[in-house]
């Protein structure tokens, strides 16, 4: 094994994990082994919400102005270590190096954003009659959790950890169980940065500290990312212990392609959302409504698709069971009568025979309700559903459960107006095939692909984290006069 075995990071400190059940973790680049990730227990969770709790007083009542400094600090240590971390995320999740890269990049971002925090937060007053003033002002909740997925080993994380940690909270995080070395680093960082012991504390385990975390009576709210499948699950079984919770889900992302779309823009757009990160992005394009005669935009699709070379510009998929699955859906929709324009299926990248790549690949002439066409593929394959109208291909996006993006590619303004308006996704991309909100806008997007109030990045993620605090005071001045004379 290339790293020791996995550890908790519980009250400042990496810690055994006292468990028999063991993981290991693989790249998927080359399949080689890289830890052995013990499963924690309950216990584990006990001991982790015990340190956080200990720590909460007083990390919540250390002035904001000052708990800002450590992530001051934790963003020059993201910035000086960026090639190390982005080197990580690759090896353990198998992207490509520069979308590693990138990664990093966007935990800066995130990370400034959270910095900005204390002049966002200020509360609100008013004197509302003769002596009577009403404030408001944010404070933290206590302890919370964040339960993360496997396809941004560091970037999830950090849509969590800066603002949660930012507002006073003190935090537990379960990594997703196929990438749980990223986290460690980011632990590492953090206590480098002065963050104080127990503020910030790591469980890896899997669904059964998943359920521990809903069910655990010192938790108080629990932020998820992840399938939608397992988003609801986490929803319900968080609210019925009467926890805040914010759950987002899966994907099934529609870019729409009118006649006047700019060619060789939009076949690069499309190509890149779909392909970015082999397609595991909850906002990769997935499905492409091609209204009219757009026959010129997919061949050049094609065209751009054979510049994917895995490998090179395109890294691999998860694992083996992702690798199979992916190329099941490919062999489901050609048995029912699609056309495979590019077909990735068995790929096999040179001297990395162990690698799960999947290539890139166009079908065309797919069917609303053929899978390929209703489920999240979470691969580089885009599905091409044919329609002659803008409506058609609204009602297509509509009908799709799910409501993360949607974009459009047009150069007509009135018809992209009208887009943004019938679509029924929370993030929009007019000419953008992967349309994230940069802070401090808000991510987050509607029906089965988030379960909760509010969004989990940017403005909206205070709303989450903190609770707000009413005062009603009366004190009359003229009293006080009195009292001094
Ligand atoms: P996943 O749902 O399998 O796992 C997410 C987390 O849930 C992991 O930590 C895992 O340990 C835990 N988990 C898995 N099964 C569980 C169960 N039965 N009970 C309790 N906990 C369980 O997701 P994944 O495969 O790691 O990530 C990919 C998914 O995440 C895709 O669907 C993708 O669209 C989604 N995603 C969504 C967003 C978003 O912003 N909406 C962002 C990133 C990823």
Not at 5 to 18: C, E, K, P, S, V
Not at 146 to 155: E, R, T
Not at 270 to 299: F, K, L, P, Y
Not at 395 to 421: C, D, F, H, K, M
Request: overall charge negative.
């Amino acid at each position: 094994m290339k790293y020791p075995r996995m550890q908790n990071f519980i009250n400042g400190r990496f810690t055994d994990i006292d468990s028999t059940r063991l993981l290991t973790i693989t790249s998927p680049t080359d399949g080689r082994e890289l830890a052995l990730m013990p499963c924690s227990t309950a216990a584990d969770l006990d001991a982790a919400v015990n340190a956080a709790k200990a720590a909460f007083p007083a990390w919540s009542q250390t002035p904001i102005k000052e708990r800002v400094q450590v992530f001051f600090r934790y963003k020059y240590l993201l910035e000086r270590d960026l090639q190390e971390l982005a080197e990580l995320v690759s090896e353990e999740n198998g992207k490509t190096l520069g979308e590693a890269i990138a990664e990093i990049e966007k935990c800066i971002e995130l990370t400034e954003f959270a910095t900005s925090l204390p002049q966002l937060v200020t509360g609100e007053i008013l004197e509302v009659s003769k002596g009577v003033e009403c404030r408001t002002e944010h404070v933290p909740l206590g302890v919370v959790a964040s339960i993360v997925p496997f396809n941004f080993p560091s970037m999830v994380p950090n849509w969590t950890i800066p603002n949660a940690l930012t507002l006073g909270n003190c935090m537990i995080i379960k990594p997703s169980e196929k990438v749980p070395l990223s986290l460690a680093r980011i632990a590492a960082l953090l206590k480098e940065a002065g963050l104080p012991d127990g503020v910030f504390n790591i469980v890896n385990g899997d669904s059964e500290i998943v359920n521990a975390i809903c069910d655990h009576p010192s938790i108080e709210a629990v932020s998820f990312v992840g399938s939608t499948k397992v988003a609801k699950l986490v929803y319900q079984r968080a609210t019925g212990q009467l926890k805040r919770c914010l759950a987002l889900g899966g994907a099934k992302n529609h870019l729409l392609v009118l006649p006047d779309a700019k060619p060789d823009m939009t076949a690069q757009n499309v190509v890149a959302s779909m392909s970015g990160c082999a397609g595991q992005r909850c906002m990769a394009a997935s499905a492409m409504v091609a209204v009219g005669q757009v026959d010129h935009i997919i061949d050049k699709i094609c065209a751009e698709a054979g510049k994917v070379i895995p490998g090179k510009n395109l890294g691999a998929v998860i694992n083996r069971e992702s690798k199979e699955k992916i190329e099941r859906y490919i062999t489901e929709a050609e048995q029912q009568g699609a056309r495979i324009l590019i077909d990735g299926r068995n790929t096999v990248v040179e001297g990395k025979e162990q690698g799960s790549y999947v290539g890139p690949t166009v079908i065309d002439y797919v069917k609303p309700d053929m899978a390929v066409a209703r489920e999240e593929i979470f691969g580089p394959v885009i599905s091409i559903l044919r329609t002659n109208t803008v409506d058609e291909a609204l009602a297509i996006e509509n009908a799709n459960p799910y409501g993360n993006a949607a974009a459009v590619y047009t150069q007509n303004g009135s018809l992209a107006r009208y887009i943004i308006e019938k679509a029924n996704a929370g993030m929009i991309g007019v000419n953008i095939g992967v349309p994230v909100p940069r802070e401090p806008f808000s991510f987050g997007g509607w029906n089965e692909s988030k379960f909760g109030v509010g969004d989990i990045t940017g403005k909206s993620s205070i709303e989450f984290w903190s609770k707000l605090k009413k005062t009603t005071t009366k004190w009359n001045p003229e009293a006080g006069i009195n009292w001094m004379s």
